[in-house]
Structure formats: C-alpha cells, structure tokens
C-alpha cells in the first residue's frame, strides 16, 4: 500500500504570501526526495498558480487562496483554489499571451508555464465562484 500525506494551506492573496506557498509546497514536496530540477519545477508551477489567484482572481479586493497538496508513491499533487471572479473562457486563458490582466507586466504565461513545468494541468471555474487548478507531477526515484 502506498503511504499518502496531504497539506493544507490556507492564505489571503496578497502579493508576499507567492512566494511563502511555493516555499511550503516546495518543502512538502521534499519527502519525495525530488532532484533539484524537480523542486523547481514544483515551486514554479505553484508560484504561477498562486499569482494567478492574487492578480486575476482578486483583482479589486483581498480573498482566500486554498492549497492542498498530497504526496502519494512518488506523486505530488498541488491543487490551487481561489474564491474569486472565475474564468469565463478556460480555453482561451490557456492559450499563451493571453491576459484578463490591464497591467502590461502580465505575460499571459501562467497557464503556459504550469503546462510546462508539470505532468498534468486541470482547471475548473465557474464565473463569480472561483477556479481550481490541479496539478500532478511524478518525481523520479533516486538512487542514493
């Protein structure tokens, strides 16, 4: 039987709390004994998410980000939830460049970016209810 190990966070969308989750995420992960590439990848991904949330999901006003994060064999799973405005075209939030942002900081990338950096990438929203992104990346077993 596999062991299995979750997390759970809990924050508000505020700019400094990016970089504390992916940290959290990032030592959570470490359980699987990831190599260094593999811990980026994860922080990566999970700093893309949670951006997303604080820029788009919140874009007048503070709200809720959740992060669960579930280590099973040499499986992390990151899921992503915000409470906000959702997002009313997935497909075309996936597709790179494209931002609901007005701020031309944005590079529209983050979806993109997850995609890249992890196994798998799902996203559910619903506008005015929020969106969830799930995550799942295999780790490679070290030999040590």
Not at 20 to 31: D, H, N, P
Request: hydrophobic share 40%; no cysteine; proline share 3%.
């Amino acid at each position: 039987m596999k062991s299995k190990n979750i997390m759970e966070l809990r924050l508000l969308s505020l700019s400094q709390n990016e970089s504390f989750a992916r940290s959290v995420v990032g030592a959570f992960a470490t359980q699987l004994n990831p190599t260094l590439e593999e811990i980026s990848d994860i922080k990566t991904a999970v700093s893309e998410a949670v951006t997303n949330a604080i820029v788009h999901a919140y874009p007048d006003t503070i709200g809720d980000i959740r992060i669960v994060a579930e280590l099973s064999g040499n499986i992390i799973r990151v899921k992503v939830q915000d409470f906000g405005v959702g997002i009313r075209d997935i497909q075309q939030a996936r597709q790179p460049f494209f931002s609901t942002a007005n701020d031309e900081s944005r590079s529209g990338m983050g979806f993109t970016v997850m995609e890249t950096f992890m196994d798998e990438v799902i996203i559910d929203s619903t506008p005015a209810k929020g969106t969830t992104v799930e995550m799942k990346k295999s780790i490679s077993k070290q030999d040590y």
